[in-house]
């Protein structure tokens, strides 16, 4: 089981440390095209492991409440939301494609902005594997090892192309190719950090799974539909973002079904 735990919190981190290597082998950064598809194939993922490995085990979890069962849900997902809303106004952050910051005002510099928008945007996904695997060790919810190792699986499968959407720009900005590269991989050692940090505190939170399950879910989705959509959708128009929303969205929940 300790293995399984740690490939488990590994797995994800590895992904995105692959994708930031991507600034050895390629001389440029993604066409737009490209880079709408990867963004896009980033929120189905996201998207179907929100619902599939962390809101519907949370609302089966709370079975036993009745017709209220969605309620241990519903505040978690709040509970989720205004916590990634917080960080986003916090935190100061640069997204792709714009030149206008966000959170606190700051003297950072543009690329430091842009790595800790990226961070910020992996924060909740190092909070899912953690309290996915805290319900595994704790046995408080129905989740497999199998399940849970989908859902690092897909946070993984996510994390590759963002890892290169980091790095190559950094490079193409100035920064040398090991810079870049160095960059792209500490903008995912929050993840790692994160699900550490919920497997230690497991047995203080074991009763209120459900909450923290659907608090990962609430957190993952805001990303999506404050940064990920956005960036999938700018530009000229594309089908090809919402494509490969629908690819990651069924390889995630094909993951799910499977390995459970």
Not at 1 to 9: A, E, H, K, R
Not at 76 to 84: Q, V
Not at 121 to 145: C, D, K, W, Y
Not at 192 to 200: D, K, S, V
Request: with cysteine; hydrophobic share 55%; proline share 5%.
């Amino acid at each position: 089981m300790n293995m399984v735990v740690f490939w488990g919190i590994l797995i994800p981190f590895i992904g995105t440390s692959l994708g930031a290597a991507c600034v050895f082998i390629m001389k440029r950064d993604f066409h737009p095209n490209v880079q709408k598809g990867l963004t896009g194939f980033a929120a189905g993922v996201m998207v179907a492991a929100s619902i599939w490995s962390l809101l519907i085990p949370a609302m089966e979890e709370s079975a036993h409440l009745g017709k209220l069962a969605f309620l241990p849900a519903f505040v978690g997902f709040w509970l989720g939301t205004l916590f990634l809303l917080a960080l986003d106004k916090i935190i100061p952050h640069l997204h792709q494609n714009t030149d206008q910051a966000e959170g606190m005002p700051s003297s950072f510099q543009r690329t430091t902005m842009m790595l800790l928008a990226v961070t910020l945007h992996n924060i909740p996904e190092g909070m899912a594997v953690g309290v996915v695997f805290a319900g595994l060790l704790t046995g408080e919810v129905n989740i497999t090892a199998g399940a849970a190792l989908a859902l690092a699986l897909g946070i993984a499968l996510q994390n590759f192309p963002e890892g290169a959407i980091i790095s190559l720009p950094l490079h193409s900005k100035g920064q040398s190719k090991g810079k870049a590269f160095l960059n792209g991989v500490l903008s995912g050692a929050v993840e790692p950090l994160g699900a550490l940090l919920m497997i230690f505190f497991a047995p203080v939170f074991a009763p209120y799974m459900p909450i923290f399950l659907s608090f990962a879910a609430g957190a993952m989705l805001y990303v999506v539909v404050e940064e990920l959509i956005p960036e999938m959708s700018e530009g000229e128009h594309s089908n090809i973002g919402v494509l490969l929303f629908a690819l990651g969205f069924t390889v995630m929940m094909a993951l799910d079904v499977a390995l459970s």
